[in-house]
């Protein structure tokens, strides 16, 4: 684990055990976060993103879910590094972990704000719960945050309750809460998915604007492309639990070699393009009955006898790599 990696997740095995069978939602992903750099994270739905980012906060639903194997290591600045799957999820040191050194910003803001509370009083647990402050200097910095997001008249809103915001707002809320305690990783999992374009820029924007003004790590997930595009330094790509591609945004955009991110750049709409979008032939295959070797293997084009077999990740220049046997004889990197 290098100097400048905040997070290094090794070998992650993530199963669902089911009526139907198991489900395995993360198979064997590794990956790194670099101080000072958004991840993005892609893939369709039921690829294994959230179940991935909540893996780094060791959030995995129990009894039906269960890591089974990997290490997530997180590189603190004030002592050793620490293997967060080592550490009991309902245990003192893990809740130190979450939301002081890695927070998170979930996909639905309407269903994370308990409509009970205020949202000055959901920002300011977090801060009891990390800083030795008092309620009146928690309230001071739940104002203050509510200002950084860009809220209006932030004095006024710390009373109010989730309901009385608007869809742009809670969301600028849920982000005023995972900032709360200045962490040094951000999971942003599908944060303007229930946006409209406009309130979309201004999110994306303001994520930007507090990643330098924090100094803070980002690891973006979803499945849009046009936010990956303007936000993301470097890509991973995710195919069924796994990941298939991963590469700076420049190389995954320009010169993408895993079939499958080939296909989702194509099927995406362009300006002045005229007759139908392209489409990724059949459908992700169920989670009970994955095909063996490449998962992608039945709607990809390029499929040969030797897809049936796990392909190894073929390297294509430093950090870029993909798992694809198209590329067999160049170099293998796992």
Same mark, same amino acid.
């Given at each position: 684990?290098?100097?400048?990696?905040?997070?290094?997740?090794?070998?992650?095995?993530?199963?669902?055990?089911?009526?139907?069978?198991?489900?395995?939602?993360?198979?064997?992903?590794?990956?790194?976060?670099?101080?000072?750099?958004?991840?993005?994270?892609?893939?369709?739905?039921?690829?294994?993103?959230?179940?991935?980012?909540?893996?780094?906060?060791?959030?995995?639903?129990?009894?039906?879910?269960?890591?089974?194997?990997?290490?997530?290591?997180?590189? =603190?600045?004030?002592?050793?590094?620490?293997?967060?799957?080592?550490?009991?999820?309902?245990?003192?040191?893990?809740?130190?972990?979450?939301?002081?050194?890695?927070?998170?910003?979930?996909?639905?803001?309407?269903?994370?704000?308990?409509?009970?509370?205020?949202?000055?009083?959901?920002?300011?647990?977090?801060?009891?719960?990390?800083?030795?402050?008092?309620?009146?200097?928690?309230?001071?910095?739940?104002?203050?945050?509510?200002? =950084?997001?860009?809220?209006?008249?932030?004095? %006024?809103?710390?009373? =109010?309750?989730?309901?009385?915001?608007?869809?742009?707002?809670?969301?600028?809320?849920?982000?005023?809460?995972?900032?709360?305690?200045?962490?040094?990783?951000?999971?942003?999992?599908?944060?303007?998915?229930?946006?409209?374009?406009?309130?979309?820029? %201004?999110?994306?924007?303001?994520?930007?604007?507090?990643?330098?003004?924090?100094?803070?790590?980002?690891?973006?997930?979803?499945?849009?492309?046009?936010?990956?595009?303007?936000?993301?330094?470097?890509?991973?790509?995710?195919?069924?639990?796994?990941?298939?591609?991963?590469?700076?945004?420049?190389?995954?955009?320009?010169?993408?070699?895993?079939?499958?991110? %080939?296909?989702?750049?194509?099927?995406?709409?362009?300006?002045?393009?005229?007759?139908?979008?392209?489409?990724?032939?059949?459908?992700?295959?169920?989670?009970?009955?994955?095909?063996?070797?490449?998962?992608?293997?039945?709607?990809?084009?390029?499929?040969?006898? =030797?897809?049936?077999?796990?392909?190894?990740?073929?390297?294509?220049?430093?950090?870029?790599?993909?798992?694809?046997?198209?590329?067999?004889?160049?170099?293998?990197?796992?």
């Amino acid at each position: 684990m290098s100097k400048n990696e905040l997070v290094r997740v090794e070998d992650l095995e993530v199963y669902f055990h089911t009526d139907e069978g198991i489900v395995r939602a993360v198979d064997g992903v590794s990956f790194h976060v670099n101080r000072g750099e958004t991840l993005g994270v892609l893939g369709e739905s039921g690829c294994g993103k959230s179940v991935t980012a909540r893996s780094l906060l060791n959030l995995i639903p129990r009894p039906r879910g269960r890591i089974h194997g990997g290490e997530i290591w997180l590189h =603190k600045d004030n002592g050793p590094k620490v293997d967060i799957l080592s550490l009991d999820p309902f245990g003192k040191e893990m809740g130190q972990i979450r939301g002081a050194e890695i927070s998170m910003i979930f996909q639905e803001p309407m269903t994370s704000l308990n409509p009970v509370y205020t949202i000055g009083w959901q920002i300011m647990e977090a801060i009891l719960l990390h800083q030795p402050v008092s309620k009146a200097e928690a309230r001071e910095r739940a104002i203050e945050m509510l200002e =950084k997001v860009g809220i209006s008249s932030p004095d %006024q809103a710390v009373d =109010k309750y989730p309901h009385e915001f608007s869809g742009g707002m809670r969301q600028r809320a849920m982000i005023a809460i995972a900032l709360a305690c200045n962490p040094r990783l951000l999971i942003a999992d599908e944060p303007t998915t229930a946006l409209d374009v406009t309130i979309e820029s %201004q999110i994306l924007e303001l994520l930007e604007q507090l990643k330098e003004d924090m100094d803070m790590s980002i690891l973006f997930i979803t499945h849009d492309l046009g936010v990956i595009g303007e936000i993301a330094d470097r890509v991973i790509v995710m195919y069924t639990g796994k990941i298939v591609e991963t590469g700076s945004c420049v190389e995954i955009f320009y010169n993408p070699k895993h079939p499958y991110t %080939q296909k989702l750049l194509e099927s995406r709409p362009r300006i002045g393009q005229k007759g139908d979008l392209s489409s990724i032939v059949g459908s992700v295959p169920s989670p009970y009955h994955l095909p063996p070797g490449c998962r992608f293997a039945p709607r990809c084009e390029f499929a040969m006898d =030797k897809c049936i077999k796990e392909p190894p990740t073929f390297s294509f220049g430093p950090g870029h790599g993909a798992r694809c046997w198209l590329y067999e004889g160049g170099e293998r990197v796992g």
